[in-house]
């Protein structure tokens, strides 16, 4: 009996030792919203690509859109004792309670792509872009391209109430200030798919005699734009021209649109969120390191002028 409570002591005493997991044997649970668009598809990939590379043990969970899957998700994680947890979250509201949960649980949680209005002492880090930026430089580059004409502005939201939403809502509307001639003269949300985009769109046309007075098209991502440019071409008028349209994300698709000259400019969001969260959690659950609060990816404009070929094929092979 001796010899063998020594040897349980001896084993503790080692696990102790060895420390928190490290990536090679790390369990992460991941609550993604969705696949509502092409750009969120492409985070999934690469996560999971990432994931792989490091002998992440993944686990996946697709909310579908709602948040009470994602929070069913984040309990079922704590529950299985995961090592972390990414979490992508739909809205910016609602999380309190279920990171709580996550922090009594001792388990770090790391954003992905969107934000929360919770405390940040209740996840690690969240890794994304500059939402209000991205709506800025769309707003400085229709500014740029309509000079001192009068513009009347349609604006496709991406999903009510996401961080995305609010803030390139918010940085749109700061750039296109002081410009009288510039005004958004209709704005819904399209909840960032194509099907949503197209149908706002059809209404928006509708509404605004037959799109003869919309100048341009600012949409929060691309897939709703892409939307957007097939009801335009539906109502007889030349998306590109009559209407000019510019959007977010970088999306292959958006490429092929510039090619046709359909699609005016993008401002590239990366889907690579994954390998800096990776990054960070491994150093935080080896050594305890923590990371900044916020470790923010680039935002880079594209318009027709930047060979919408050649960048298409370059994106085909970068996740999505
Ligand atoms: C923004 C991200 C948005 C993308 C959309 O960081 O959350 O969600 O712009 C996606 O394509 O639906």
Not at 262 to 269: F, K, R, S
Request: proline share 3%; charged share 25%.
């Amino acid at each position: 009996m001796k010899i063998l409570k020594t040897l349980a002591g001896a084993v503790a005493l080692a696990g102790l030792m060895a420390g928190p997991a490290l990536a090679a044997d790390m369990t992460v649970g991941f609550s993604q919203i969705g696949s509502e668009s092409g750009w969120r598809a492409a985070e999934t990939t690469l996560t999971k690509e990432q994931a792989e590379k490091r002998g992440i043990d993944l686990k996946f969970a697709d909310a579908q859109q709602k948040q009470e899957n994602q929070i069913k998700a984040i309990r079922s994680f704590i529950a299985q004792g995961v090592d972390a947890i990414l979490l992508a979250p739909v809205v910016a509201t609602g999380w309190d309670q279920v990171l709580e949960e996550a922090k009594d649980a001792e388990i770090p949680v790391v954003l992905l792509d969107r934000q929360v209005d919770s405390s940040d002492d209740l996840y690690l880090t969240a890794v994304g872009s500059d939402l209000e930026h991205e709506g800025e430089v769309a707003g400085e580059w229709l500014v740029k391209e309509v000079g001192d004409k009068d513009c009347n502005i349609v604006e496709l939201q991406g999903t009510t109430g996401s961080s995305p939403a609010i803030k390139r809502k918010a940085g749109f509307e700061k750039a296109i200030s002081g410009h009288d001639n510039l005004k958004i003269v209709r704005s819904q949300t399209g909840d960032f798919t194509r099907t949503k985009g197209k149908e706002v769109m059809e209404s928006f046309l509708k509404a605004e005699n037959g799109g003869k007075n919309i100048c341009a098209l600012y949409a929060h991502n691309d897939d709703m734009a892409v939307g957007a440019i097939q009801a335009i071409k539906e109502a007889g008028l030349k998306p590109g021209s009559d209407i000019l349209v510019v959007s977010i994300d970088a999306v292959p698709d958006i490429f092929l649109a510039m090619q046709n000259g359909e699609a005016n400019a993008t401002v590239e969001l990366t889907p690579n969120m994954a390998g800096p969260a990776f990054d960070a959690l491994d150093a935080y659950l080896k050594d305890g390191t923590k990371p900044e609060k916020f470790i923010q990816t680039e935002s880079k404009l594209y318009t027709q002028s930047d060979d919408p070929k050649s960048i298409y094929e370059e994106k085909k092979n970068q996740g999505y």
